[in-house]
């Protein structure tokens, strides 16, 4: 590295660490790693450290870094107009608008733009109390909808924080067979036994104040859980019984991540509201949003939605929604994502988990798996979350970058990641997981 280089990246650093108040941080504690470049699976520094990016930041990066496509369209979008207020139409908006309700079920066919995931969880939250005129809105524990007033306080994991918005909200138990709230054995038990939960929810708390039935159709955060067969069939039967809106959070799930466009498709279910943002386009420019079924589409027809954002449908957005589409149908990525999770990351962590007794269980679908961390297989005991940060740093060291959450490493390749590069991260898994020494644990 030479002298300049080293400047650079130093400067970057020091920069950071004296001007910029992070996300989710004490700000003293952090040392944060310096990212200058990337492309496909990989980024890097400018001090010679290159990463294979096994985080897709914070699962975003759908079609990997850097797509050509992509950038150009960014690029050709720039130098026509760069910025232009909502109540305009614009090419770019509205073939954006096009391409996911192409790729949405049938019967929903308008969209919503917001700057992201946790403001269309907040829209579609207000679409479901304005077209239902009820005010409650029931999530799982284990999830998580975004950061901002009404959608932390949908997150499960965050109840506690004090928060205005908290009124209406109402927690239950989803799926989670490996650590099941309802005493199951098999995928069938805990099926049936959370759907029957969830009706004593509903009805303990009063159909008729229920707008919403908020859920991600395989939690993300909380753990990749995929629900059982026929979860989100009873959840989607349950909401019509009682008339609730149900809306699927598919803002980490969809566009790709589990191999097919949208996460509760092979499930079988329309939702009413669906609310996304990052493999929408990868994240390359701030975008999410919420497509909307025709029925709650028809409610705000003739009465005005009161719900709006300076940057809806942002065009620089819009035209990298566009480009990043097209080249994941053309290219074949969603494909990929099914291939890859079924052919080599499932097979490769099952026979990882064989081998190591830390792994408790592994999990997931297409490219949205979750390694679960245990000191003791019987007791199902998790490993220490102080523990699991040690070994996302090794894994750095590594030369990969891990998303880890509580007692979990999730293994979330950008979709176009090829067999190859996930045969080289489960050697780093394999070779961190396998010195990892845990007090209590057999070999
Ligand atoms: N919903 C889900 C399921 C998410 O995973 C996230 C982000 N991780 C959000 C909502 C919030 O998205 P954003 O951070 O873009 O606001």
New binding site residues.
Partial sequence: MSTLESSVHERAYQLDRQYVFHSWSAQADLDPMVITGGSGCRVWDDAGRSYLDFSSQ??NTNIGHQHPRVVAAIAEQAQTLCTIAPATANLARGEAAKRIVDRAPDGLNKVFFTN??????ENAIRMARLHTGRDKVLSTYR??????GA?VVATGDWRRVPNEFARGHVHFHGPYLYRSEFWASTPEQECERALAHLERTIVAEGPASIAAILL?SVP??AGIMVPPPGYLAGVRALADKYGIVYIA?????GFGRTGTWFAFEPHDVVPDLI?F??GVNSGYV?I?GVIISDAIAETFAHRVFPGGLTYSGHPLAAASVVAALDAMSEEGIVENAARVGAEVIGPELEALAAQLPIIGEVRGVGVFWAIELVTDRATREPLPAAQVAGLKSELAARGLLAFTAENRIHVVPPCIVSDDEVREAMAIYREVLSSTTIEGVTK
């Avoid at 992201?116 to 969880?121: E, L």
């Avoid at 999830?143 to 901002?148: A, K, L, M, R």
């Fill in positions: 914070m699962v992201g995931g946790a403001d269309a969880v999830s998580y909808h975004g950061n901002t959608a991600e993300g955060t959070d598919e803002v980490m799930a609310a943002a990052k701030p999410g």
